[in-house]
């Protein structure tokens, strides 16, 4: 399965806004440079041991959720039966609800701009073709 890098950014993100961090208190959190931190925020091509360092630096965060979407945000702890909201959570639950459907939206937009681009490169691909039989 490819790693989609602006999915994972987006859904870092969404994490980061949740937890109210900003580049610099992720940075702090996690001991990765801010640099490193942005590139990955930024959806830029970085170093999976990156990615996969900082992730490990986040106890609470589901590392599979982050990389492919798997999953919940937060790994859940929890006893059968049990409900107990994730630890910074607000008890505001209309808010995240509106904050994950934009994030629903946006990764929904980018896998479209995905396929557009595979649209396109297809479309180019056959236009070689067709001009190097003129």
């Not at 630096?57 to 999953?71: A, C, F, K, T």
Request: glycine share 4%.
């Amino acid at each position: 399965m490819a790693i989609n890098l602006q999915q994972t950014s987006a859904r870092l993100n969404f994490y980061m806004r949740i937890k109210e961090l900003d580049v610099y208190q992720l940075s702090v959190l996690t001991k990765t440079p801010p640099d490193v931190v942005g590139c990955i925020l930024q959806g830029e091509e970085y170093c999976m041991d990156d990615l996969v360092t900082l992730l490990k630096q986040l106890p609470d965060l589901n590392s599979r959720w982050v990389i492919y979407g798997e999953g919940n945000v937060f790994k859940c702890e929890e006893k059968e039966g049990e409900h107990n909201p994730p630890a910074g959570l607000k008890k505001d639950r209309s808010a995240y609800l509106a904050e994950m459907q934009a994030l629903l939206h946006q990764l929904e937009e980018i896998e479209k701009q995905k396929q557009q681009q595979t649209n396109l490169d297809h479309l180019r691909s056959r236009i070689r073709d067709l001009t190097k039989h003129i």
